[in-house]
């Protein structure tokens, strides 16, 4: 398995490096191309264990962490797709595992699959993301499990995934602007692309939404399609009550442990989990549910760095945080995060930051005004789309924010190290505004995802 910018070595990353010298990179939003493949391939997207496909702006990741985490508490074995990787191609892959934890896929099984989808598609024009969108057809499909958690890509309507046409249920997470280009200037043409993965009759989940506009539009073409549905608010819901975690659905209340997962977001992503897995037909329990609040793990988002190379760069007693939200709701939920934080624990907050140029730096950094300290912009490595670090800064300033452009994320934590020794309190820093440069950190630090 190959970090991030590191030479290939594995026979997987190999295979990637040659698909992404012959087909495009970029997003091409069509289903014709990989109908085309799946159907030279046998169409193994058929032949899934009950899948439960996961759409939306943010929370993605984090409901289908809480989802696995449900699942193997329950003994089922669940595969699971995600996107993008933070360090190794690897991760998007996890094989389930009867009756235990899944394990990501095996290098000489993913080169493999890898090359059996070349093959198959003979050389025709395709996206990698389609082709490693069929890999996953490919490895669910030939590996037993009880169910299958496949993360969207990029939208919902035109997404590679969605040539899933039977879901045991449709997962819509929170709807922001985000990707605009591709899929349009409004929460309410999102959040209609986003509604593509419905299929008719097919249940429905509808996670917490910020917007009713958005969940407006979800409710109708579920309605319109005659999907039994349930939303966050109005048929289930989530709250912290005395240090717990409060779920109530039709099916009844339970009592639970706060999730591992730090951010009061992380309540109405484990309710939607919850209710989502019920839908796709599988028993929940009690004893379920307080087990999964206690395993879940999604690397890189609002994850605490405890150990590893760049604690040894930062300021003594500093904490650290990575995490890889990278437009305006995701900004606001870690921002409320670090608020939460410093009530507990008052700390001054820095933020080093790298993001790309499809993202909204202004809107991001607006929810840090008058929380962070200082904002410290910098590069992303191997990235053409990366926002050079001097506009970055001017985004930062744009939005109220002290704001310094910096060459590395190492130079970064030695100019707020500077900083700390003027300070009685140890500093808390936050690293991220891309899912790339929290995966360059991780591989830098030495603590890749397992």
Known sequence: ????????????????????????????LSLDRITRLLAVLGDPQKKLPPVIHVAGTNGKGSVTAFCRALLEAGGYSAHVHTSPHLVNWHERYRIGVEGGRGELVDDAVFA??????????????ITVFEILTAVTFILFSEHPADAAIIEVGLGG???????????AVSVIMPISLDHQPYLGDSVELIAAEKAGIMKRKRPVVIGKQEYDAALDVLISTAERLGCPTAAFGQDFMAHEEYGRLVYQDEFGLADLPLPRLPGRHQYANAAAAIR?????????????????????????????LSDGNLMASAPLGAEIWVDGGHNPGAGEVIAEAMANFEEKQPRPLF?????INTKDPIGYFNAFKGLAEKVYCVPIRGSDAMIDPVILANAAYDAGLVAEPMSTVGEALEA??????????APRILIGGSLYLVGDVLADNGTPPK
């Open 1 to 28: 398995m190959i970090p991030r910018g590191q030479t290939a070595v594995s026979e997987a990353a190999q295979e990637i490096d040659k698909l992404m010298g012959l087909h495009p990179k970029g997003f091409d």
């Open 112 to 125: 493999d699959a890898l090359r059996r989808v070349a093959a198959a598609n003979a050389g025709q024009k």
């Open 157 to 167: 309507r035109f997404d590679a995934t969605n040539v899933i046409s039977d879901p």
């Open 276 to 304: 989502a897995v019920k839908a796709a037909g599988f028993t929940v329990t009690e004893a379920m549910m307080e087990k999964a609040m206690a395993t879940v793990e999604w690397p890189g988002r609002l994850q605490k």
């Open 351 to 355: 933020l080093i930051i790298g993001m």
């Open 416 to 425: 707020i190290r500077d900083t700390a020794f003027e300070r009685e309190q």
